[in-house]
């Protein structure tokens, strides 16, 4: 029996935990799920194991997983994002100075093509 430190959200308390689980079936569809028991409502607390992760409402439900994702969402933030340029001002002058020289570059090949110079 496999036990290991877990973050539960209490529903009922509405709180974060901490807690050792251990894993263990909990039905035909879900599988196995780390399970202990809520320190001050001695409610049975579920985490998905990492397969079914996109179904554990804890990633809903938590505050601190809320917390988590604030604090690095701007780090994780992709080129394709709304705000990336906001944060990364240098990274749009660089990409429209790439471009600049790249229709610079295919108009001196345009000019040399029909002006022979």
């Not at 998905?48 to 994780?76: G, I």
Request: charged share 35%.
């Amino acid at each position: 029996m496999e036990i290991k430190n877990v973050h539960f959200w209490c529903t009922t308390d509405r709180a974060d935990y901490a807690l050792p689980a251990i894993l263990r079936p909990v039905n035909s569809r879900i599988g196995e799920a780390w399970c202990a028991t809520c320190p001050d409502c001695d409610k049975t607390l579920y985490r998905l194991k990492a397969e079914n992760a996109k179904e554990d409402p804890y990633f809903r439900q938590s505050k601190y997983m809320t917390r988590q994702v604030r604090k690095h969402r701007d780090a994780l933030m992709q080129p394709g994002d709304k705000n990336f340029n906001l944060l990364n001002p240098q990274h749009e002058k660089q990409r429209l100075e790439r471009e600049n020289d790249s229709e610079r570059k295919t108009f001196e090949d345009i000019q040399d093509k029909y002006h022979g110079t």
